[in-house]
Antibody
Framework: EVQLVESGGGLVQPGGSLRLSCAAS????????MSWVRQAPGKGLEWVSVIYSGGSTYYADSVKGRFTISRDNSKNTLYLQMNSLRREDTAVYYCARGGSSGWYFGYWGQGTLVTVSS | QTVVTQEPSFSVSPGGTVTLTCGLSSGSVSTSYYPSWYQQTPGQAPRTLIYSTNTRSSGVPDRFSGSILGNKAALTITGAQADDESDYYC????????FGGGTKLTVL
């Protein structure tokens, strides 16, 4: 069974850093494309970043240069390093596994809340 | 920058049929955008309903169907039930995935 469990969220001051983790089970992270998607309070879903099986990474313009997606194959875990955090980064962050056909989000974690506030 | 458009809200009667759409601010949606659809209830993670235009994700009832209607992707719910009351999001892949703003569906 595919499972994704995010952790690492919390309260951080503007300008601070935080690292989110997404522990995967039931499949191999490095064999799939993996994404981070976020949802600000009361708002819609927003794609943040993707890492492909070959290691290529891509980011939304809103986080480019501040966030870094990575994975640890030995731990079968996906990460999102978030630096220079802004109030508008406040959101629930979901990790998602890519699908097997086409391009879509096939499986979702339960999310972790990041609050950027002083 | 191309925006993915969805109806902000929609209402359907129990047992009725509703079609939600997913368009582009400029241009037409085709299968090459790999349209996908997600259902989300408050406080919950999204659930994948449809991918690659019209393929149902595992466990999704067949009253949910996807298609291309005219120049938009469409999600049709046939025989709406009370627990279909949710937010529905489409995603189009344009080199990177872009979410629509979501449709709040009310069943009443």
């Amino acid at each position: 069974e595919v499972q994704l469990v995010e952790s690492g969220g919390g309260l951080v001051q503007p300008g601070g850093s935080l690292r989110l983790s997404c522990a995967a089970s039931g499949f191999t992270v490095s064999s799939n494309y993996m994404s981070w998607v976020r949802q600000a309070p009361g708002k819609g879903l927003e794609w943040v970043s993707v890492i492909y099986s070959g290691g290529s990474t891509y980011y939304a313009d809103s986080v480019k240069g501040r966030f870094t997606i990575s994975r640890d194959n030995s731990k079968n875990t996906l990460y999102l390093q978030m630096n220079s955090l802004r109030r508008e980064d406040t959101a629930v962050y979901y990790c998602a596994r890519g699908g097997s056909s086409g391009w879509y989000f096939g499986y979702w974690g339960q999310g972790t809340l990041v609050t950027v506030s002083s | 920058q191309t925006v993915v458009t969805q109806e902000p809200s929609f209402s359907v009667s129990p047992g009725g049929t509703v079609t939600l759409t997913c368009g582009l601010s400029s241009g037409s949606v085709s299968t090459s955008y790999y349209p996908s659809w997600y259902q989300q209830t408050p406080g919950q993670a999204p659930r994948t309903l449809i991918y690659s235009t019209n393929t149902r994700s595992s466990g999704v009832p067949d009253r949910f169907s996807g298609s291309i209607l005219g120049n938009k992707a469409a999600l049709t719910i046939t025989g709406a039930q009370a627990d279909d009351e949710s937010d529905y999001y489409c995603v189009l892949y344009m080199g990177s995935p872009v979410f629509g703003g979501g449709t709040k569906l009310t069943v009443l």
